[in-house]
């Protein structure tokens, strides 16, 4: 699904965030321009997976996108600061949804 806005997409996800949900996040995000704004919503997530959590943090660092993710729990938060992602890349406000990726 392309963005309405070429510069910003917001993508919500529920379920299990596992290795497949990273690789939609990755494929979603692989060819917009850089300085395009993402929003990964995963409040509706019920079950994370370690490894998919630490590819997340990967993909993350890979981008050119300006990404917030939210809806993240104490653990995964954690974990991606961990990892190295920045805090204010983790959980802000979902402003201005523009295009919705559901799985």
Do not use: C, K, N
């Amino acid at each position: 699904m392309q963005p309405v806005h070429s510069e910003t997409l917001v993508i919500r996800m529920d379920g299990s965030f596992d290795i497949e949900s990273v690789q939609v996040i990755q494929s979603q995000i692989a060819d917009l321009p850089g300085g395009a704004e993402v929003y990964v919503d995963l409040s509706r997530v019920r079950d994370f997976h370690d490894r998919a959590v630490a590819m997340l943090a990967d993909v993350l660092a890979a981008t050119r996108a300006r990404i917030s993710v939210r809806g993240l729990r104490q653990h995964q938060y954690r974990m991606l600061r961990y990892l190295g992602v920045t805090p204010s890349a983790l959980d802000p406000g979902l402003a201005r949804p523009v295009a919705l990726v559901d799985r």
